[in-house]
């Protein structure tokens, strides 16, 4: 007994081993024509198909065998002039034998004496089947017991659930990396007043609380400078503007927003600031730092025009 708990405890162990391999390979369906273990699982279906072949064929030719027996009987009952009773077949016997009810002529035998108007109580004992049914669930609750709370070999549902969890996180995260990813290169950006660009910029702003340090219209407080005008303590101009919201002014309170948001959102904030130039909101805290002047770019083809980039 002691030598059969220690056999099915080491095959439980090796069951663990395998779900634990399993789980960290990559999973059978999600490319199983290159899995490792395809020779192996295909195996198992080949001799799982060959068994249920054999099966099938036993029993259509145990059904032909037991119906020419039944027929011989038959003639040899008749030619001894006898009266023919077929034998039963094995699932009358085991149904017979599952149920071991009592037949009513021998109900008698097993009568209680309690007699309640009329009503009687016959004594009768469990059927086997249900006897049976009890037993296995006793069975089967040592090893559920054994492969779930001792031996650690199946997941329970907490771990599965988890361990789902995992799986699904880490193919997010393989999918998030799939993903192209924009390349913001701060040295040939070029301002334009792109509707798109600017109501993202304006959500960033809005959303990040920039309007606390430079009022929600830019015009600047107590803490945070004038972004409206045309003098800026640290250069104007979309490219330096990038980059001091990059990597902000720690030592004097403003944060390097480079750390806390995509290169994408620090653009599009960007671009939202230079929108604010030459706004005049009303009471603006005065202008601090130099006055920037955008590069003046002459057009070559037309010596007439000339024309302001801001960059
Ligand atoms: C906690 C307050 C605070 C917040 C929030 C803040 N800033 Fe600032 N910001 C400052 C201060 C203070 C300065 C001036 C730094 C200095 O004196 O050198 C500044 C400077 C700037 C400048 C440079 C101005 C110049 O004159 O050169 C820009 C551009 C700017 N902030 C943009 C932003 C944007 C965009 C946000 C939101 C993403 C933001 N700031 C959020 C405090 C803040």
Redesign the pocket.
């Known amino acids: 007994m002691k030598k059969l708990f220690f056999i099915v405890l080491g095959l439980f162990a090796t069951l663990n081993g395998w779900a634990e391999g399993a789980t960290k390979e990559k999973s059978f369906w999600a490319d199983p024509f290159n899995h490792p273990l395809l020779p192996f699982y295909s195996l198992v279906a080949f001799i799982f198909v060959i068994i249920i072949l054999v099966i099938a064929i036993s029993i259509v030719l145990i059904r032909t065998m037991n119906l020419l027996i039944g027929q011989i009987e038959k003639q040899r009952a008749e030619a001894m002039g006898q009266a023919y009773v077929p034998a039963l077949s094995w699932w009358d016997k085991l149904t017979q034998k599952l149920n071991a009810s009592v037949p009513v002529s021998q109900e008698k035998d097993i009568e209680l004496d309690h007699n309640y108007d009329g009503i009687k109580e016959l004594d009768n004992h469990l059927p086997p089947w249900w006897k049976w049914l009890f037993y296995i669930s006793i069975v089967w609750a040592v090893v559920y017991f054994v492969a779930y709370h001792f031996s650690y070999s199946l997941p329970l549902s907490k771990e599965e659930y988890e361990n789902e969890v995992a799986q699904a996180t880490a193919a997010q995260q393989r999918f998030l990396e799939s993903q192209p990813k924009a390349v913001i290169d701060e040295s040939t950006l070029v301002y334009s007043p792109d509707v798109a660009i600017l109501e993202k910029g304006k959500a960033?702003?809005t959303r990040?609380?920039?309007g606390?340090?430079?009022r929600n219209d830019g015009g600047g407080n107590a803490?945070?400078?004038n972004?409206t005008d045309e003098?800026?303590?640290?250069?104007g101009g979309l490219k330096t503007?990038f980059t001091?919201?990059k990597n902000g002014?720690v030592e004097?309170?403003?944060?390097a927003?480079g750390k806390a948001m995509s290169p994408g959102d620090v653009r599009d904030?960007?671009f939202f600031?230079m929108s604010l130039q030459g706004t005049k909101p009303a009471n603006a805290k005065a202008s601090?730092?130099e006055l920037y002047e955008p590069e003046v770019k002459t057009e070559k083809t037309d010596s007439t025009k000339t024309q302001a980039v801001l960059k």
């Open positions: 960033v702003f990040n609380n920039c606390s340090c430079h803490i945070g400078p972004l003098y800026w303590l640290h250069g503007v001091t919201i002014v004097k309170g403003m944060p927003w904030v960007a600031v601090q730092g």
